[in-house]
Protein backbone atom coordinates (compact mmCIF):
# COMPACT_ATOMS: atom_id res chain seq x y z
CA UNK A 1 0.00 0.00 0.00
CA UNK A 2 1.21 3.03 -0.51
CA UNK A 3 0.41 4.91 2.72
CA UNK A 4 2.23 2.00 4.27
CA UNK A 5 5.23 2.90 2.24
CA UNK A 6 4.81 6.26 2.76
CA UNK A 7 4.75 5.60 6.81
CA UNK A 8 8.68 4.35 6.17
CA UNK A 9 10.24 7.87 5.45
CA UNK A 10 11.58 10.58 7.42
CA UNK A 11 10.13 13.87 7.23
CA UNK A 12 12.79 14.23 5.46
CA UNK A 13 12.23 11.93 2.51
CA UNK A 14 8.79 12.30 2.72
CA UNK A 15 9.06 15.63 1.95
CA UNK A 16 11.16 15.25 -1.20
CA UNK A 17 8.26 12.93 -2.72
CA UNK A 18 6.02 15.82 -1.57
CA UNK A 19 8.13 18.13 -4.22
CA UNK A 20 8.45 15.27 -7.11
CA UNK A 21 4.29 15.28 -6.65
CA UNK A 22 3.50 19.03 -7.11
CA UNK A 23 3.31 20.14 -3.34
CA UNK A 24 4.98 22.75 -1.36
CA UNK A 25 4.01 21.98 2.54
CA UNK A 26 5.40 23.65 5.07
CA UNK A 27 8.31 22.42 6.35
CA UNK A 28 6.94 22.03 9.98
CA UNK A 29 3.59 20.20 8.66
CA UNK A 30 2.65 17.17 10.72
CA UNK A 31 3.89 13.82 9.09
CA UNK A 32 0.13 11.95 8.97
CA UNK A 33 -0.58 14.63 7.77
CA UNK A 34 1.45 15.02 4.83
CA UNK A 35 0.93 11.82 4.32
CA UNK A 36 -2.53 11.43 3.68
CA UNK A 37 -2.27 14.17 1.63
CA UNK A 38 0.60 12.52 -0.95
CA UNK A 39 -2.01 10.05 -1.12
CA UNK A 40 -5.22 12.05 -2.19
CA UNK A 41 -2.42 13.50 -4.83
CA UNK A 42 -0.60 9.89 -5.65
CA UNK A 43 -3.87 8.68 -6.44
CA UNK A 44 -5.66 11.36 -8.48
CA UNK A 45 -2.09 11.60 -10.55
CA UNK A 46 -2.37 7.87 -11.71
CA UNK A 47 -5.99 8.12 -12.57
CA UNK A 48 -5.90 11.28 -14.38
CA UNK A 49 -2.87 9.72 -16.14
CA UNK A 50 -4.59 5.96 -16.99
CA UNK A 51 -7.24 8.37 -18.09
CA UNK A 52 -5.48 9.76 -21.07
CA UNK A 53 -4.81 5.76 -21.89
CA UNK A 54 -2.55 6.88 -25.00
CA UNK A 55 0.56 5.00 -26.45
CA UNK A 56 2.83 8.00 -25.70
CA UNK A 57 2.17 7.95 -22.10
CA UNK A 58 2.40 4.24 -21.60
CA UNK A 59 5.56 3.99 -23.54
CA UNK A 60 6.78 6.88 -20.81
CA UNK A 61 5.13 5.57 -17.83
CA UNK A 62 8.54 4.86 -16.03
CA UNK A 63 9.38 7.95 -16.14
CA UNK A 64 6.22 9.98 -14.21
CA UNK A 65 6.84 11.71 -11.01
CA UNK A 66 3.87 9.34 -9.69
CA UNK A 67 3.84 6.58 -7.43
CA UNK A 68 2.51 3.36 -7.60
CA UNK A 69 1.22 1.17 -4.68
CA UNK A 70 3.94 -1.21 -5.77
CA UNK A 71 6.55 1.46 -6.77
CA UNK A 72 6.39 3.80 -3.51
CA UNK A 73 9.82 4.48 -2.86
CA UNK A 74 11.73 3.72 0.37
CA UNK A 75 14.57 6.02 0.84
CA UNK A 76 15.96 4.43 3.72
CA UNK A 77 15.59 5.90 7.78
CA UNK A 78 17.73 8.65 6.72
CA UNK A 79 15.83 10.25 4.36
CA UNK A 80 17.93 10.78 1.45
CA UNK A 81 18.04 9.08 -1.75
CA UNK A 82 21.00 6.84 -3.36
CA UNK A 83 21.78 8.12 -6.64
CA UNK A 84 20.01 4.83 -8.22
CA UNK A 85 16.84 6.26 -6.58
CA UNK A 86 17.15 10.10 -8.37
CA UNK A 87 15.52 10.12 -11.88
CA UNK A 88 14.95 13.12 -14.02
CA UNK A 89 11.58 14.09 -14.25
CA UNK A 90 9.58 13.80 -17.56
CA UNK A 91 8.49 17.24 -17.18
CA UNK A 92 10.20 20.09 -15.41
CA UNK A 93 6.87 22.38 -15.32
CA UNK A 94 7.19 25.03 -18.22
CA UNK A 95 6.28 24.98 -21.76
CA UNK A 96 8.73 24.46 -24.27
CA UNK A 97 9.80 23.15 -27.66
CA UNK A 98 13.02 22.05 -28.97
CA UNK A 99 13.70 21.42 -32.67
CA UNK A 100 16.31 19.12 -34.21
CA UNK A 101 17.28 18.66 -37.73
CA UNK A 102 17.97 14.90 -38.69
CA UNK A 103 18.82 15.33 -42.45
CA UNK A 104 17.50 17.41 -45.27
CA UNK A 105 13.96 16.29 -45.14
CA UNK A 106 13.24 15.77 -41.47
CA UNK A 107 13.22 17.06 -38.59
CA UNK A 108 12.28 15.99 -35.17
CA UNK A 109 10.80 18.13 -32.65
CA UNK A 110 10.12 17.57 -28.64
CA UNK A 111 8.26 19.47 -26.39
CA UNK A 112 7.29 20.15 -22.84
CA UNK A 113 4.12 21.48 -21.63
CA UNK A 114 3.17 22.15 -17.69
CA UNK A 115 0.56 20.16 -15.84
CA UNK A 116 -0.54 23.35 -14.61
CA UNK A 117 -1.42 24.03 -18.34
CA UNK A 118 -2.39 20.02 -19.07
CA UNK A 119 -4.77 20.21 -16.31
CA UNK A 120 -6.15 23.42 -17.32
CA UNK A 121 -6.97 22.06 -20.54
CA UNK A 122 -8.55 18.81 -19.39
CA UNK A 123 -10.98 20.55 -17.63
CA UNK A 124 -11.77 23.22 -19.87
CA UNK A 125 -15.09 22.63 -22.13
CA UNK A 126 -13.96 25.09 -24.77
CA UNK A 127 -10.41 23.44 -25.32
CA UNK A 128 -9.85 22.52 -28.96
CA UNK A 129 -6.50 20.95 -29.16
CA UNK A 130 -3.36 21.18 -29.11
CA UNK A 131 -1.22 21.96 -32.78
CA UNK A 132 2.18 22.28 -33.66
CA UNK A 133 2.84 25.59 -36.36
CA UNK A 134 5.69 25.10 -38.99
CA UNK A 135 7.37 28.37 -39.42
CA UNK A 136 9.35 28.20 -42.90
CA UNK A 137 10.96 31.58 -42.39
CA UNK A 138 12.36 34.18 -44.85
CA UNK A 139 16.60 34.94 -44.32
CA UNK A 140 18.61 34.82 -41.89
CA UNK A 141 18.56 33.16 -38.34
CA UNK A 142 16.64 35.70 -36.05
CA UNK A 143 14.49 37.00 -39.07
CA UNK A 144 11.43 36.04 -37.92
CA UNK A 145 9.28 36.96 -41.72
CA UNK A 146 7.29 34.02 -42.03
CA UNK A 147 7.76 32.86 -45.51
CA UNK A 148 5.43 30.01 -45.33
CA UNK A 149 3.59 28.06 -42.79
CA UNK A 150 1.58 24.76 -42.14
CA UNK A 151 -0.31 23.47 -39.31
CA UNK A 152 0.25 19.15 -37.19
CA UNK A 153 -2.33 18.65 -34.60
CA UNK A 154 -1.22 16.64 -31.48
CA UNK A 155 -2.51 15.28 -28.56
CA UNK A 156 -1.84 16.83 -24.65
CA UNK A 157 -0.35 13.18 -24.04
CA UNK A 158 1.84 14.04 -27.08
CA UNK A 159 5.65 14.69 -26.69
CA UNK A 160 7.56 14.61 -29.84
CA UNK A 161 6.95 14.52 -33.20
CA UNK A 162 8.82 13.56 -36.41
CA UNK A 163 8.32 16.45 -39.47
CA UNK A 164 8.45 16.42 -42.91
CA UNK A 165 10.43 19.82 -44.25
CA UNK A 166 9.16 20.20 -47.81
CA UNK A 167 11.94 23.21 -48.42
CA UNK A 168 15.35 23.03 -49.11
CA UNK A 169 17.72 25.91 -47.87
CA UNK A 170 15.38 27.25 -45.69
CA UNK A 171 15.04 28.42 -41.87
CA UNK A 172 12.12 26.07 -39.72
CA UNK A 173 11.04 27.39 -36.52
CA UNK A 174 8.12 25.31 -34.59
CA UNK A 175 5.72 26.96 -32.13
CA UNK A 176 3.74 24.96 -30.09
CA UNK A 177 0.13 26.42 -29.80
CA UNK A 178 -3.08 25.77 -28.34
CA UNK A 179 -6.81 26.47 -28.68
CA UNK A 180 -8.63 27.45 -25.95
CA UNK A 181 -11.32 29.75 -25.61
CA UNK A 182 -12.00 30.35 -28.96
CA UNK A 183 -8.77 32.17 -29.59
CA UNK A 184 -5.56 30.60 -30.55
CA UNK A 185 -2.89 30.89 -27.04
CA UNK A 186 1.24 30.78 -28.04
CA UNK A 187 2.76 28.07 -25.45
CA UNK A 188 6.48 28.48 -26.43
CA UNK A 189 8.65 28.94 -29.78
CA UNK A 190 11.69 26.61 -30.59
CA UNK A 191 14.89 27.28 -31.74
CA UNK A 192 15.59 27.96 -35.49
CA UNK A 193 17.13 25.91 -37.75
CA UNK A 194 18.61 25.85 -41.25
CA UNK A 195 18.22 22.99 -43.70
CA UNK A 196 21.10 22.26 -46.39
CA UNK A 197 20.75 21.63 -49.62
CA UNK A 198 20.83 17.94 -48.94
CA UNK A 199 23.52 16.40 -51.22
CA UNK A 200 27.29 15.88 -51.80
CA UNK A 201 29.46 17.97 -53.66
CA UNK A 202 31.50 15.08 -55.27
CA UNK A 203 31.27 11.26 -55.55
CA UNK A 204 32.42 8.95 -52.74
CA UNK A 205 35.47 7.82 -55.18
CA UNK A 206 36.48 11.42 -55.50
CA UNK A 207 36.74 12.16 -52.04
CA UNK A 208 40.49 12.22 -49.81
CA UNK A 209 40.42 10.06 -46.64
CA UNK A 210 39.21 12.55 -44.05
CA UNK A 211 36.19 13.35 -46.05
CA UNK A 212 35.85 9.28 -46.78
CA UNK A 213 35.73 9.08 -42.96
CA UNK A 214 33.27 11.89 -42.52
CA UNK A 215 31.02 10.01 -45.36
CA UNK A 216 31.36 6.30 -43.69
CA UNK A 217 30.58 7.79 -39.99
CA UNK A 218 27.42 9.32 -41.16
CA UNK A 219 25.71 6.32 -42.71
CA UNK A 220 24.94 7.91 -45.70
CA UNK A 221 25.82 5.07 -47.95
CA UNK A 222 22.86 3.16 -46.40
CA UNK A 223 20.40 4.91 -46.79
CA UNK A 224 18.22 3.64 -49.66
CA UNK A 225 17.60 6.94 -51.80
CA UNK A 226 19.82 9.25 -54.56
CA UNK A 227 22.54 10.85 -52.56
CA UNK A 228 24.88 13.06 -55.06
CA UNK A 229 22.19 15.59 -56.35
CA UNK A 230 19.63 13.22 -57.92
CA UNK A 231 15.85 15.67 -59.13
CA UNK A 232 12.86 14.43 -57.32
CA UNK A 233 9.67 16.45 -57.55
CA UNK A 234 12.32 19.37 -58.29
CA UNK A 235 14.44 18.85 -55.72
CA UNK A 236 17.86 17.24 -54.43
CA UNK A 237 17.38 15.22 -51.95
CA UNK A 238 19.29 12.59 -49.80
Not at 23 to 29: A, G, N, Q, R, S
Not at 46 to 69: C, D
Not at 112 to 119: E, H, P
Request: charged letters at 30%; a negative charge; glycine letters at 4%.
Amino acid sequence: MIRARLEELTLEGLLLVASRNGLEPDPDIDPERLISQLVEVIHENREERESANSTTVRIQQKKFAVLYEDEAPVFGRGGAPSADEMQLPLHYETNRITLMLRDPHWAYTYWDLSTVKAREYRESTRFDGLFLRVLQLDGAENDLRIQDSFEIPVQIEDSSWYIYLPQLEAYYRIQLVARNNHRRELLAVSNQVYVPRGRLPFQPEDMDPHHMALYELCGMEYLEVPPFGDEIDGRSRL
